[in-house]
């Protein structure tokens, strides 16, 4: 009887699934998003079997992959995300493509038939690996569970590879349920690309020329990587310049800040004309987040030179003091935010006021998750002299991201608040993560932007040329035809919920929700 034919029962030692989580909590993976099925069990039951790895269910694969984003993106270390064959992972790639723009570490395990199985073409058979590559830096398939434990190994080191990739493994079920003797250890990590000195000294050279200079910044941006940025600004008079979406800022009281690149082209432009030099640290040559009509899509203004500081992939930290360093930025002292509290405000019910109020009532040392689309830039604008906190962006644009990255991110961090800016149109992507943050009591509360439409899109409407929409038009924007009922959406599924509609209202239930022991939910109507 071949192995692939070979039931558990026949095998020694330990199942493929067994020794692949003992590789992953060998390798630091110690927490596993999961939405499993039938290919899956085996590994649901090594999950079981190993108390030190950590199982949290979500009720979509989107939930799933995303809170690995919050985590990956909040503790530098990959969870585990497991799905079910090409048409699970298929529901989760929207927010595997959000961490891959991220740059988050993550290992995707996705079940397959067994291999024996393949061949039959049963309703579920499908391409699993091509299903995965397109969203994937690092792609397997495990070929017998004596493989398992050296890929999975092989995946984790993957993921960590600067500064974090996406790695999906595809384990056919025979592979998890056969019986196996081999372990793997850890594989050493691989390091960044070493600082280039020639590429800092032809930094430092443009820097001194007395030209306009901006350092355009994208990863992960540490309150010490935006320190070594002021020093060299003020010691040259560059500008610092952040992507439009970040994976994870460190911000408020304390810390250097940046001028983030605004979302509009338009806007974009007019911050970097003028510009003679710009510096790439750790990202790409801006562009529009789409193509319009008869609208330039390149970011750079003409004649100016672009000069790469250090790639995603290299030693960010080295390169922006090394930098420090070549232009005699060494003795310089970071200009820092200065800690501001507003009082508690008054008046109408609006997204400046909604910001204004959660400033107000800031909890120290929090987290942001924001997929506030049209209405969070007020809470971005009035907590900037908050208390520090982290602020973590949607980075691939694929919508549904906040609520499962708010959940991961909890789990990372169970000791910090964590608050979700959500517009209501992208909240209803994923709203099953809600259910997750009730099950796991996490300290998560969510701010609703309820303005009953896709806002976005009734803005993107004009801006690529299809003017003058009809009512049929228009109603596929609209989300008030039924009007949605959040409380009741969030109070099914375990969650504390309050409805603002007025500005005392909220602040109100802000004060009731951030207190609260577990997750809460607040409705403002915008």
């Known amino acids: 009887m071949s192995e692939a034919e070979q039931s558990p029962e026949q095998g020694q030692d330990r199942s493929g699934a067994e020794s692949l989580v003992q590789t992953f909590v060998d390798a630091g993976v110690n927490v596993c998003f999961a939405n499993p099925g039938t290919s899956e069990m085996h590994f649901v039951a090594a999950l079981d079997s190993n108390p030190e790895m950590r199982c949290v269910l979500g009720l979509f694969e989107g939930v ?19 799905t079910h064959l090409g048409p699970g992972l298929g529901n989760g790639l929207a927010n595997v493509h959000n961490a891959k723009k991220a740059r988050t570490p993550m290992v995707n395990v996705i079940g397959d038939h067994a291999t024996f199985h393949r061949k039959y073409d049963a309703p579920l058979t499908s391409d699993v690996e091509g299903v995965a590559t397109p969203m994937s830096h690092w792609v397997k398939v495990s070929a017998t569970a004596d ?43 691989f390091q960044p690309k070493a600082v280039d000195p020639t590429a800092v000294e032809d930094v430092a050279k443009v820097l001194k020329t007395g030209e306009s200079c901006a350092l355009l910044m994208n990863g992960i941006l540490t309150e010490e990587r935006l320190a070594l940025a002021d020093k060299v600004a003020q010691a040259t008079g560059a500008r610092v310049i952040t992507d439009t979406f970040i994976s994870r800022m460190h911000r408020g009281a304390g810390r250097a800040e940046a001028l983030r690149l605004p979302y509009f082209g338009e806007q974009a432009a007019e911050v970097l004309q003028g510009t003679k030099h710009l510096i790439l640290v750790s990202t790409q040559p801006p562009v529009t987040f789409f193509a319009y009509p008869e609208k330039p899509n390149w970011l750079t203004p003409e004649g ?16 922006l003091a090394a930098l420090v360093d070549a232009v005699g930025a060494g003795s310089q002292t970071v200009n820092v935010v200065s800690y501001s509290r507003p009082e508690k405000p008054v008046g109408g019910l609006t997204p400046e006021s909604v910001g204004v109020s959660l400033a107000h009532y800031f909890p120290d040392n929090a987290i942001v998750v ?33 609520m499962p ?26 709203l099953q993560a809600l259910w997750t943050q009730a099950r796991e009591n996490l300290n998560v509360t969510t701010i609703i932007f309820a303005n009953r439409k896709y806002a976005i899109l009734q803005i993107e409407f004009g801006r690529v040329g299809a003017h003058n929409p009809g009512p049929k038009a228009m109603s596929m924007l609209d989300l008030s035809n039924p009007e949605l009922n959040w409380v009741a959406l969030a109070e099914g599924m375990g969650v504390a919920g309050w409805r603002a509609t007025t500005l005392e209202e ?19 109507l915008v």
């Open 506 to 524: 909220f602040n109100t239930a802000l004060e009731a929700g951030l207190r609260h022991n577990g997750p809460a939910l607040i409705e403002a």
């Open 147 to 189: 493989d398992v434990a050296s890929d999975g190994a092989e995946a984790v080191q993957a993921a960590l590879a600067p500064p974090g990739q996406v790695a999906s493994l595809i384990l056919p079920a025979d592979t998890a349920w056969n019986r196996t003797t081999a372990s793997a250890a850890p594989l050493p990590r």
């Open 405 to 430: 990255t708010a959940t991961g991110a909890a789990v990372a961090c169970p000791d910090r608040p964590v608050i979700n800016l959500q517009a209501d149109g992208s909240g209803m992507y994923t």
């Open 64 to 82: 799933v992959t995303g809170a690995a984003d919050g985590y990956g993106r909040m503790t530098g270390m990959p969870a585990a995300t497991l």
């Open 370 to 402: 924001d997929e506030g689309g049209t209405c969070g830039g007020g809470c971005s604008i009035s907590t900037r002299t908050s208390a520090p906190h982290d602020w973590l962006m949607l980075t691939g644009g694929s919508i549904g991201y906040g």
């Open 304 to 319: 100016c030179a672009l000069h790469t500081l250090v790639e995603r992939d290299g030693d960010v930290d080295g390169a």
